[in-house]
C-alpha cells in the first residue's frame, strides 16, 4: 500500500466517507499512478458538471489535489507529495 493511501486512512477514518467521484479520482492517482490530471481528463471522467465540482473542490479541500496553471493558463491538478503533507 502506498504512503498516499495510507495517509488517507490515517486522516479519513470511516465517520467520514469519500464521495464515488472523489474516490474515482484518487483512484487514478493512487492506483494507476497518474502524477497529473488536466481539465480535460477531470472531465472525461466526470462529465456531470454539478459533480466535477463538488469532487475537486473536496479533494482540494482537504488538501490531496493542488491546482496547477501554466503560462497558458491551462489548469491541472497534481496529488501532494508526501513531503508537501503537514501533519
Do not use: H
Amino acid at each position: 500500500m502506498s504512503w498516499r493511501a495510507n495517509y488517507i486512512k490515517l486522516r479519513f477514518p470511516v465517520q467520514r466517507m469519500f464521495g464515488f467521484f472523489p474516490r474515482c479520482l484518487l483512484y487514478l492517482i493512487l492506483i494507476i499512478d497518474v502524477q497529473e490530471l488536466t481539465a480535460k481528463q477531470v472531465e472525461e471522467i466526470i462529465p456531470d458538471a454539478s459533480s466535477r465540482q463538488q469532487a475537486l473542490n473536496f479533494l482540494l479541500g482537504v488538501g490531496l489535489f493542488k491546482l496547477l496553471q501554466d503560462k497558458n493558463k491551462k489548469v491541472s491538478f497534481r496529488a501532494v507529495a508526501k513531503t508537501e503533507l503537514v501533519a
